[in-house]
C-alpha cells in the first residue's frame, strides 16, 4: 500500500495540496463539536503539526483524543506524499519525527498519541475498517518514518517500566509495544528484533510475559529462528519465564530439530514446575511431535508427567486442615479449586490433541501397550485410555482392545483403578458416558475378570460423580439385570449391593428404578431373587425408624401379593421375598444407643414386624408341603447367613424346635399304628435302646399314610388333624439344627440324640424279593430308601464339625450307611423304569422338574392340624426326613425329570440288566454342605462302647474306607466342576427357562468362590495323604514280590473303587489348580498357601518361596504319581492337572519335555481291554492325550514319523482286533483319532514357522528347507494312509488338513524356495517332487468325493482345487524368478479314483471333453515314467500336479 503511494508522480503534489485546502475548509461532520476547538494542540509552527493538520489530523490537549477528519489510507497517503514533496526532504522527516518526540514530553499527550483517534467523518464515507488507529499507529504505517519512531518508543518505554498502571487501568508500557503489534510492513525487522529482546532483558516480570507473548505479533517470519534462539538461551537463564516462551514456541516457525531440542529441555523440568504452568508445557510438548518421534515423546512424557504429586488427597486434606485451625479456610478452599482448574484445563489440553493429532492417541495407546509389569502401571494410564476411548473416534478400537488385554493379564486392579478415579474425578466426570458405555461392552464379555472390571467401572463412577451419573450407573446396572445374561445379571445385583453400602442415601433417590426389576423375577434364578429383594429390603429398612418410607409400603404390598397367589412359581417368590426381608429386619446390628429405653422400644417394634411377617409366611405355605419345604430351606440359609437379633432368634429356635417335636418324633416304645405291607422296627440305631428311653423318627407311618390315602378321600377326623407332611423332614431339621448351632455357637448337644437314632422303616435291602415284589411296593421301598438316604446325608451335614471323637466315629457310620443305601437305591431304580423320587429341596431351578401340582393338591387336603412339642433332641433329625419323604407322592405324576429315562435305556447291558448312575439323581439328593469335607481328616478315629454305668467297655476303630472316600470325593468333585469350571456365559432369551446345570448345588451358589477354594485349599493336606495311599496300594499291588495269595485277596471290587478314588482325587486337583481366578492378585495368596501344601510332602519348607519354585517343587512331587497309574482316566487327568500348574509358571519350557515323556508312556501303555471299546469319554480323552503329546514334544515331525512310520504298519500288520505293539492306544477303532491329531498338529507346525528372508543366513536356509522337507514327508506317509484307511472321517480329515498345509506351503515355504533353488537345486526339486505325489493323491480324492456324490466331503473340494492352482502358478513364478523358465511345462493329468481307475466322464467320446476332464499338472523327471503309464503327458523338472474342476479347460 505504502509502495503503491510512493510511486505517485510528483505532478499530483498540487492535485493534493487542493484537496487536503478543500478539507480544511469544508464544514465539519455531525460528529464534530465546537468545544473540541477550545482543546486544539498549538500550532507553534513545526513541521510535525502544520504537517498533521495538512494531512486531516488534529491534535488535542488534556484526555481528549485526537481528531481524523479523514479515511486513515487517505490520512497515510497524504503525509507520506506532504514528507516526500517537503522542499527540505530528507531533512524533514528528522524535523517531524523531533516534533513528535517534543509534543510526547507530556504524558498526556503521548498517551492520546498512543490512543485510537476520533473519526470526524461518517462511517458511509470511510473507505477503510470501522476502527481507528492510534497517532503512532498510523506513522509506523509509513516506512519512512517506521525506524525514527520505533527508535523514539523504545526510548519512551524505559520511563514507564517500573511505573505503576494509571487509574484507568492503562499501562504505557504495555500500550506503547501494542503498537508495533500486526504492522503492514516491518521495514527493519532485524533491528526492532534486537531492541525486543533488550527490552525484554531489562523489564520486571511481569511486563517481560506480556512482552514475550507479543513477540509472534509483532515479529516477521524471517525473524522467528533468532528469536527462538535468544528466547531459549533465556529459557535456560530463567525458569519463571517457562510458560509464555513455550506459548511463543508454539506460535513461531521453528525448525523441528531446534524445538526437539526444547524439548528435551523442558521434559527435564517437567517433574519440579508448578501446577498453572503444567497444562501451556505440555501444550508446547504435544504440539512439537512429529510421526517419526511420537511413540519417544509419549512414552517420556507418560514416565514424567505426575498429576498425582499435585492434588494428593491426603495432602489437600492434611493442608486444609491446617489452615482451617488457622482461619484461612477460604483461602486453601480458592487453592484448591486453583489446582482443580488446572488439572481440567492440562486434561483439556491432552484431549484436543488427542482429538485432532491420530499420531498422539496412537502413540499413547503403544506407549501403554509397551508396559508389561503391573506395578509400572500409573493411574494416569488408565485414565488415558478412558479418554482415548470417549474423545478419539479413529482409536476407540484400540484402546478398548488394549484395555481388555491389559485386564485380562492382571496389569489393571482393583487398587489401580480406585486410585484413577480418586486422582482423575473431575476430568472423568466429563466423560462420564463414555465410562458407562465402556462398562456396558465390558459386561457382555464372556471372560470374569472383563466383566469385573466392568463392574468396577460402575462402581467408581458412582462413588466420584455427580447426582445425575449415579441415576446413570443405576439405570445402566438394571438394564444389566433385566437383559438375561446370567453373568451380567449376577455381577450387575452384586455391583447394586455394593452401591448400598457405599452411599444408602443416594442409592435410595434411585429406588424407583430398582423397584422395576420387580416385573422381571419369574425368570431369575432363587440366588438373584434373594439379591432383589435384600436390595429392595436394604433400601427400605437402612433409614431411622418413625421416618415415612414408600419403599417399605411397596415391599410389603408385593410379598403380600405374591404369597397369596394360586401361582405355585409367584408364591415361591413370595416365599425367598419375604424370608429375606425378614432377615434384612431383625438383623443384629449391635448400634450402641445413648437411650436404652429408646432403643428397647424400636427393638420391641421390629420383633413384631417381623414376627408377624413369619407367621404370614408359615400361614400360606403350611397347605404345601412343596411350600413349607423352601420356607424352612431359606430361613435355614438366613440363619446361616445373617445373626439376627438374640430375641428373634430365640422365638423362631422355640417355634421351630415344638413343631419338629410334636411332627417327627416319637418315643422308642411307641408301637407304630396302620396296616403296613411290610413289618415295620426301629433301623440304623446307632446305640442299644432299653424300652424304657430312647427316641425315633417316625418316618414309615407318616410316609405311608401319604402314600396309602388317594388325594380324594379324606375324612373330617384328617382335615381336622393338623399334622406336617413327611416331605419337609429335612428342610425342617436343617433348620432346627442352624438354629440350635446360632444359639450354642455351634455346640449341637441339645439335639445330638437325633445322630444315633433309628428310623421305623422295614428292611430295605430287597434280596431275592425284588423280583417278586408289586409295583406299588417296589416304589414305596424306594422312596422310603431315598428318604432316609436324605436324612443321613442331612444328619452328615448337622454333625460333621463336632470335634469328640465319639460323635466322629457316629458321622463315620452315618456315612457308611449312606454308602449303603447308594447301592439299595441302585438295585429299585433298576427295575423301576418310570419312577420320580420324592423331591429333596425346592427352587425355581427344580421346579420345571418335577410335578408339584398333584401333591401339593394332595397335602393342601392332608395337612391339617396343630403342632407342639416335647422331646426337644429330636426335633431337627426328623425335618430332613419329612422333605424326602412328601417326594414320592410326585413319582405317581406324568412329569419325569429330564435325562431320566434316556439313562435307564441306555444303561442297559447285554444280559438285559440296567445299571443305573445315581448322578441323574442329584436334583432328589439333599445338597451336601462344603463342610462336610472336613471329614477327609480323618484318619483312624476310636469310638468308645460304654456299659449301663457309663463305663468303657470296649473300643471300635472307625476308619474312613474307599467306598466312603469315594462317595465324598464324587460329590466334592461335582462341587468343584460347577463353581471353578463354569460354562461360558451364552446369551439365552430372558423369558425362557435356565438350564438344569446348577440343581443340586443351591446351597453352595450362595457361598463366594473365593471361600469354596479356600476351604479345599484347607483339603489339600488330607487329600495329598489319600493320594499317596492309593499310590502306595497300587504299587505294592504291582510290585513282583507280592504273593499270588495276597493278590487274589484284593478284590477286582476294590481295585476299582481305588482306581476311582485316584481319579476323583486328580479330578479335585486339576478343578482348583486350573481354576482362572488364581491369575487375580488378590488370590495370589491362596495360590501360594496351596502350592506350599505340595511343597512341603517333598521337603520341609523353611522360609518362604517364590512362587516359581513353589511350582517347579509341586510339578515334581505330583509327577511322581505316574508310577502307579491305574487307568487311563487316572493319567489324562495327572497330565491336565500337570499343565494346570505348568500355566502358572513364568518358564515353562523345563517341563514341557517332562511332560511330553509322560504322555508317551501313557500312549505306549496296554490298558485293560474295556477301556479301548467304542467308548466316547475314552476316544475324547486320547484325543486330548495326543494334543498334549504333540504340542508338549520338542520335535512334532519327528514325533509324527515315529507313530506313522512305526506304528501304523504295526496296525496294518495286525489281526482285526489287535493294536500296535508299540503303541497300544493305537487301534482300528482310534485310528481316526491319531490321523486327526496328527494331521491337525502337522499343519498348526509349518503355519508357525516363519517364513525365510534373503537376508538370513546360509545356515538359517538350509535348516528350514530341512525342516520343510522333513514336513512333506510326513505329509505324504499321512496323506498316503487314505489308501488303507479310506473311512468317512479319514477322507474329511485328508480334505480339511491338506488344504491348509498346501496353504501353509504357499505362505511359508515358497518365499524360501525363492531364494534357495540356485543354491540348493537338488533338494528343491527333490521336495516339489515328493509334495507333487500327494497333490495327485488330493486331487484323486476329490474325484472319488465326486463319483460318490458324498455332501460332506465336495463342499470342501472347491477350496482344495483352488489352493492347488495358486501353487502351480506360485512354483512357475519360483521358476521364472530363478531364469529356469524353460524347466515348467504344463501336461494334463486324469481324474481319477483313489485306487488310480480313471473316471470315465459321460462325453469321453469326444475328443474335445478330454481336456475338460483333464486338469494341468506338473510332473517330475523322476515320476516320467510313472506319468507316461498312466496316460499322462510328460514334463520337465520342476513341475508339479494341478487340480481343476472338471468343467475346467487345461489348455488354458
Known sequence: MVSKRSRLDSGDKETLTEDASKIMKQPLSKMAKKSHDSHEAEDNGSVFVRLLKASGLTLKTGENQNQLGVDQIIFQRKLFQALRKHPSYPKVIEEFVNGLESYTEDSDSLRNCLLPCERLQDEEASMGTFYSKSLIKLLLGIDVLQPAIIKMLFEKVPQFLFESESKDGISMPRLIISQLKWLDRIVDSKDLTAQMMQLISVAPVNLQHDFITSLPEILGDSQHANVGKELSELLVQNTSLTVPILDVFSSLRLDPNFLSEIRHLVMGKLSSVRLEDLPVIVKFILHSVTDTTSLEVIAELRERLNVQHFILPSRVQASQSKLKSKGLASSSGNQENSDKDCIVLLFDVIKSAIRYEKTISEAWIKAIERIKSAAEHKALDVAMLLIIYSTSTQTKKSAEKLLRNKIQSGCIQEQLLDSTFSTHDLVLKDICPSILLLAQTLFHSQDQRIILFGSLLYKYAFKFFDAYCQQEVVGALVTHVCSGNEAEVETALDVLLELIVLNASAMRLNAAFIK??????????????????????????????????????????????????????????????????AGIMAEDRSVSSNSTQKSASVSSEQHTQVTSLLQLVHSCTEHSPWASSLYYDEFANLIQERKLAPKTLEWVGQTIFNDFQDAFVVDFCAVPEGDFPFPVKPLYGLEEYSTQDGIVINLLPLFYQEFAKDVSQVTSQESSQRSMSSLCLASHFRLLRLCVARQHNGNLDEIDGLLDCPLFLPHLEPGEKLESMSAKDRTLMCSLTF??????????????????????????????????????????????????????????????????????????????????????????????????????????????????????????????????????????????????????????????????????????????????????????????????????????????????????????????????????????????????????????????????????????????????????????????????????????????????????????????????????????????????????????????????????????????????????????????????????????????????????????????????????????????????????????????????????????????????????????????????????????????????????????????????????????????????????????????????????????????SKIHQDTRLTKHVPLLKKSLELLVCRVKAMLVLNNCREAFWLGTLKNRDLQGEEIISQHSSSPESTAEDSEDGMTSYVSRNRATEDGEDEATDGQKDQDSDESDDSSS
Open 516 to 581: 422395576g426389576i420387580l416385573d422381571y423375577l419369574e425368570n431369575m434364578s432363587p440366588q438373584q431373587i434373594r439379591k432383589i429383594f435384600c436390595i429392595l429390603s436394604t433400601l427400605a429398612f437402612s433409614q431411622r425408624p418413625g421416618t415415612s418410607n414408600h419403599i417399605q409400603d411397596d415391599m410389603h404390598l408385593v410379598i403380600r401379593k405374591q404369597l397369596s397367589s394360586t401361582v405355585f412359581k409367584y408364591k415361591l417368590i413370595g416365599i425367598i421375598g419375604a424370608v429375606t426381608m
Open 787 to 1344: 428318604l432316609t438316604f436324605n436324612w443321613f446325608r442331612e444328619v452328615v451335614n448337622a454333625f460333621c464339625q463336632q470335634t469328640s471323637p465319639e460323635m466322629k466315629g457316629k458321622v463315620l457310620s452315618r456315612l457308611k450307611d449312606l454308602v449303603e443305601l447308594q447301592e439299595i437305591l441302585e438295585k429299585y431304580l433298576a427295575v423301576i423304569p418310570d419312577y420320580v423320587p420324592p423331591f429333596a429341596s425346592v427352587d425355581l431351578d427344580t421346579l420345571d422338574m418335577m410335578p408339584w401340582s398333584s401333591s401339593a393338591v394332595a397335602a393342601k387336603n392332608r395337612n391339617k392340624g396343630k403342632t407342639g412339642g416335647k422331646k426337644q433332641k429330636a426335633d431337627s433329625s426328623k425335618a430332613s426326613c419329612t422333605d424326602t419323604l412328601l417326594t414320592e407322592d410326585t413319582s405317581e405324576c406324568d412329569v419325569v425329570p429330564s435325562g431320566r429315562n434316556q439313562v435307564d435305556k441306555e444303561s442297559t447291558g447285554k444280559e438285559g440288566k440296567t445299571f443305573v448312575s445315581l448322578q441323574n439323581y442329584r436334583a432328589f439328593f439333599r445338597e451336601l454342605d462344603i463342610e462336610v469335607f472336613s471329614i477327609l481328616h480323618s484318619g483312624l478315629v476310636t469310638k468308645f462302647i460304654l456299659d449301663t454305668e457309663m463305663h468303657t467297655e470296649a473300643t471300635e476303630v472307625v476308619q474312613l474306607g474307599p467306598a466312603e472316600l469315594l462317595f465324598l470325593l464324587e460329590d466334592l468333585s461335582q462341587k468343584l466342576e460347577n463353581m471353578l469350571t463354569p460354562s461360558f456365559a451364552k446369551r439365552i432369551c430372558f423369558f425362557k427357562n435356565k438350564g438344569s446345570r446348577n440343581i443340586g448345588f443351591s446351597h453352595l451358589h450362595q457361598r463366594s468362590v473365593q471361600d469354596i477354594v479356600h476351604c479345599v485349599v484347607q483339603l489339600l493336606t488330607p487329600m495329598c495323604n489319600h493320594l499317596e495311599n492309593i499310590h502306595n496300594f497300587f504299587q505294592c499291588l504291582g510290585a513282583e514280590n507280592v504273593s499270588v495269595d495276597d493278590k487274589e485277596r484284593v478284590t477286582a471290587q476294590e481295585q476299582h473303587t481305588m482306581a476311582s478314588c485316584y481319579q476323583k482325587l486328580l479330578q479335585v486337583l486339576h478343578a482348583l489348580f486350573a481354576w482362572k481366578g488364581f491369575t487375580h492378585q488378590s488370590n495370589h495368596r491362596l495360590l501360594h498357601s496351596a502350592l506350599e501344601v505340595l511343597t512341603g510332602r517333598l521337603k520341609p519348607m523353611e522360609q518362604e518361596q517364590p512362587l516359581e519354585e513353589l511350582v517347579s517343587q509341586s510339578f515334581n512331587y505330583l509327577q511322581n504319581f505316574h508310577h502307579s497309574i491305574p487307568s487311563f482316566q487316572c493319567g489324562i487327568y495327572l497330565l491336565r492337572l500337570l499343565m494346570a500348574l505348568l500355566e502358572k509358571s513364568a518358564v515353562p519350557t523345563k517341563k514341557k519335555e517332562k511332560l511330553a515323556s509322560l504322555a508317551k508312556q501313557l500312549l505306549c501303555r496296554a490298558w485293560p481291554h474295556g477301556e479301548k471299546e467304542k467308548n466316547p469319554t475314552f476316544n475324547d480323552h486320547l484325543h486330548d492325550l495326543l494334543c498334549i503329546y504333540l504340542e508338549h514334544t520338542d520335535n512334532v515331525l519327528k514325533a509324527i514319523e515315529e507313530i506313522t512310520g512305526v506304528g501304523v504298519p504295526e496296525l496294518v500288520n495286525a489281526p482285526k482286533d489287535a493294536s500296535s505293539s508299540t503303541f497300544p492306544t493305537l487301534t482300528r477303532h482310534t485310528f481316526v483319532i491319531f490321523f486327526r491329531v496328527m494331521m491337525a498338529e502337522l499343519e498348526k507346525t509349518v503355519k508357525g514357522l516363519q517364513a525365510g528372508t534373503a537376508t538370513d543366513s546360509q545356515q538359517v536356509h538350509e535348516e528350514k528347507l530341512l525342516y520343510w522337507n522333513m514336513a512333506v514327508r510326513d505329509f505324504s506317509i499321512l496323506i498316503n494312509l487314505m489308501k488303507v484307511f479310506d473311512s468317512y472321517p479319514v477322507l474329511h480329515v485328508c480334505l480339511k488338513y491338506g488344504r491348509r498345509f498346501v496353504e501353509a506351503f504357499l505362505k511359508q515355504c515358497m518365499p524360501l524356495l525363492d531364494f534357495s533353488f540356485r543354491k540348493h537345486r537338488e533338494d528343491v526339486l527333490s521336495l516339489l517332487q515328493t509334495l507333487q505325489l500327494n497333490t495327485r493323491l488330493l486331487h484323486h480324492l476329490c474325484g472319488h
